[in-house]
Structure formats: structure tokens, C-alpha cells
């Protein structure tokens, strides 16, 4: 059993693919997401803050959808509110800056792992019983008419 506790209301479920929220929440974000989708088409590059209080919207929000990736940095300006997790230099879009993200491709390109795995398939010959029938009988047959 996978069961993890909600990010945002700490209660329990069990995720599918991974997912943080449970499916309350998820629906939550997904109405949240779409707020701040449609205002952002009607407002292209709008603000953080101009967003959020169009919208209501929490901040933190948009700012994780920007993370996520879908929330572009042409849709909404976040200059100053989003910082690279790695170098923690303000970024506008994504999860880190564009000299981490070379670094980062680079140390996973040069990252060599290669998964060895051996599948033994293990096959048990059940051995079936041979049936030797031992025992011979004789059946003599004395016909008496
Ligand atoms: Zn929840
Ligand atoms: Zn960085």
C-alpha cells in the first residue's frame, strides 16, 4: 500500500503516479490553475502580484505552477520572486538558472550509470511422476463353458 499524507490539508490518500495533493486538493489547484490561466491569456505578462489579486490566487501558488512548468515565463513576470534552487540567483521561469541548468546537464551527462540487470528466470521443472506400473496383472482369463 502507497499511501502519503496531503501536502496541503495533511490528509491521506493514495497517490497514483506521485502525485503531492490529495485528489480535494488537486481539484483545488486545477480550478486555481485555470484561474490563473484564463486571466493571464486576457493579461499576458501580468505581474505575480497583479495575478494574485485579480485571481486571489496565493502567490505561492503561481509561483509553484511557474516551477512546474506550466506557467510560462512570457505568461507571467515573476522577476525577483523566483529563485534557483541550486544558486538561489532570482530566475523567471523553472526551477533553477540557465548556468545551473548547463551544470546540471552536464553533471547528468557525464554521469555514466549503467543498469545492469540480469533477469534469471528461474524455470522448476515440476517433474511430473511417471506412472511405471510395477505391477503386472495377470489376468488370466479361464473361460469355462
Ligand atoms: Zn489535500
Ligand atoms: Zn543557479
Known amino acids: ?52 489579486e485579480e485571481t486571489g490566487v ?23 520572486l523566483l529563485e534557483c534552487e541550486r544558486c538561489g540567483v532570482s530566475i523567471s521561469s523553472g526551477r533553477y538558472c540557465s548556468s545551473c541548468k548547463q551544470e546540471l546537464a552536464q553533471g547528468l551527462s557525464g554521469d555514466d550509470s549503467s543498469d545492469k540487470k540480469k533477469k534469471q528466470e ?9 506412472m511405471h506400473t510395477k505391477d503386472r496383472i495377470n489376468d488370466r482369463r479361464k473361460g469355462k463353458n
Open 1 to 52: 500500500m502507497n499511501i502519503k499524507n496531503c501536502k496541503s490539508c495533511g490528509n491521506i490518500f493514495a497517490p497514483d503516479a506521485g502525485e503531492k495533493f490529495c485528489p480535494d486538493c488537486m481539484g483545488e489547484r486545477e480550478e486555481k490553475y485555470k484561474k490563473v490561466k484564463d486571466f493571464l491569456w486576457d493579461n499576458p505578462n501580468a505581474t505575480v502580484d497583479r495575478v494574485n
Open 58 to 80: 496565493e502567490k505561492d501558488l503561481i509561483i509553484e505552477f511557474v516551477k512546474e512548468g506550466r506557467l510560462e515565463a512570457d505568461e507571467v513576470v515573476v522577476d525577483g
Open 122 to 130: 528461474k524455470k522448476k521443472r515440476s517433474d511430473s511422476k511417471e
